[in-house]
């Protein structure tokens, strides 16, 4: 089992930025993969940035390419994502997610563990 708690969300303007955390715990082999999700009102669970743990590789979806980083602290057990230059359409509550195998680029669907969310509003 794993249990994921993330941190970290709040209200920005555009262009501002907001680190994300997620706090881990539990079974380290259930968490070969870990990503950022997003969900907006009205619209479908989407990927944001994955990272493969033991390697430290890392994918990025399209929305988050150049503007956001994923990385991890493996002694603190913690996920983050760095958002800088963020827009109103980056808001949406944002999920951290855990999977024990597979391509980490898999769909969210694939992800067997999942966070709370915290929520990051944009305002123009």
């Known amino acids: 089992q794993v249990q994921l708690v993330e941190s970290g969300g709040g209200s920005v303007q555009t262009g501002g930025s907001l680190r994300l955390s997620c706090a881990a715990t539990?079974?380290?082999?259930?968490?070969?993969?870990m990503g950022w999700f997003r969900q907006a009102p009205g619209k479908e669970r989407e990927g944001v940035a994955v990272?493969?743990?033991?390697?430290?590789?890392?994918y990025y979806y399209e929305s988050a390419k150049g503007r956001f980083t994923i990385s991890q602290d493996n002694a603190k057990n913690t996920l983050y994502l760095q958002m800088n230059s963020l827009k109103p359409e980056d808001t949406a509550m944002y999920y951290c997610?855990?999977?024990?195998?597979?391509?980490?680029?898999?769909?969210?669907?694939?992800?067997?563990?999942w966070g709370q969310g915290t929520q990051v509003t944009v305002s123009s």
């Open positions: 997610a855990a999977a024990p195998s597979g391509f980490c680029g898999d769909p969210w669907i694939s992800y067997k563990y």
């Open positions: 990272i493969w743990t033991g390697a430290g590789s890392t």
């Open positions: 539990g079974d380290i082999y259930e968490r070969y993969c």
